[in-house]
């Protein structure tokens, strides 16, 4: 930080936090486009909006739409399995590898001239991983992963989910 100024104030960490982002989206989104079934996920949604038109004309009752959301949402989140694998890879590299290797940097960081320090000093990989994990949302998108992988039911899924 410039004028010895240690401490990053949260608009800084926010922006900064956004730029990576962007970025992580971007590269997630060029190597994830090739493993989506874009035919699949249209024809999902559009059951989706259906099933929301059929809800308001009082064709279907709450309680059908609730159970074929939760079914749409299920079969919409394993369709998302690699995007979200591919996801958790970039983010280790970016928000955990990447850091290590540039005096506790990201890109966004970088730009904004702050970065990730220790109180002892140097920054650990153990620091690095417990931060990403918390902070970065890895450990959100690994239980998202095992709760599709292992779930069926999807009424089970959409009360993990939260959705209702």
């Known amino acids: 930080m410039d004028n010895g100024d240690k401490n990053a104030i949260f608009l800084q960490r926010a922006v900064a936090f956004f730029i990576d982002a962007i970025i ?12 989506v079934n874009t035919t699949a996920i249209d024809k999902i949604n559009t059951q989706l909006q259906d099933l929301i038109i059929n809800l308001e004309n009082s064709e279907i009752s709450y309680a059908s739409y609730v159970k074929e959301v939760a079914v749409l ?9 690699m995007t979200t694998l591919i996801t958790i890879l970039f983010e280790i590299l970016y928000f955990v590898i990447y850091p290590i290797y540039n005096s506790g940097q990201t890109i966004g960081k970088k730009l904004l001239n702050i970065k990730i320090v220790s109180k002892n000093g140097e920054l650990t990989m153990n620091q690095m991983i417990g931060r990403g994990l918390l902070v ?4 959100l998108n690994m239980i ?3 709760v599709v992988t292992f779930v069926n039911d999807p009424m089970h899924y959409l009360y993990i989910n939260g959705s209702f």
């Open 24 to 35: 992580l989206t971007f590269c997630v989104s060029m190597i994830a486009g090739f493993f």
């Open 73 to 81: 949402g299920l079969q919409s989140q394993k369709l998302n399995v």
């Open 136 to 139: 970065n949302s890895i450990l």
């Open 144 to 146: 998202l992963i095992a």
